[in-house]
């Protein structure tokens, strides 16, 4: 699947964005999809996946209660709110599909699929 992401940009701390990752090329729905994010000089981090249907959601500890992953299969979609910015959420952000169960992508975190990325700046 190619997974387009959007939504980036300059907020202040506080302050909220919508990212966005639309996927094309194979069945939307069948893939469980997930968010990551890479901050300058740091590895990536995962940040959350959701299920095929969307009734299923896990989020990393970093930002619970913050960041809520849902998804629109019609649309192709997967989203991430993210409220209550941190300077620490900057970062360069990556939406990712996987075929794989749920279940077994939430101990692995691993997914085949990468879109391109959407940089996040959050201003102190």
């Known amino acids: 699947v190619q997974l387009q992401a959007s939504g980036g940009g300059l907020v202040q701390a506080g302050g909220s964005l919508r990212l966005s990752c639309v996927g094309s090329g194979r069945t939307f729905s069948t893939n469980v999809m997930g968010w990551f994010r890479q901050a300058p000089g740091k590895e990536r981090e995962f940040v959350a996946a959701i299920s095929r249907s969307g009734t299923t959601t896990y989020v990393a500890d970093s930002v619970k209660g913050r960041f809520t992953i849902s998804r629109d299969n019609a649309k192709n979609t997967v989203y991430l709110q993210m409220d209550s910015l941190k300077f620490e959420d900057t970062a360069v952000y990556y939406c990712?599909?996987?075929?794989?169960?749920?279940?077994?992508?939430?101990?692995?975190?691993?997914?085949?699929?990468w879109g391109q990325g959407t940089l996040v700046t959050v201003s102190s």
């Open positions: 990712a599909a996987t075929l794989q169960y749920y279940i077994v992508v939430i101990r692995t975190k691993a997914f085949d699929s």
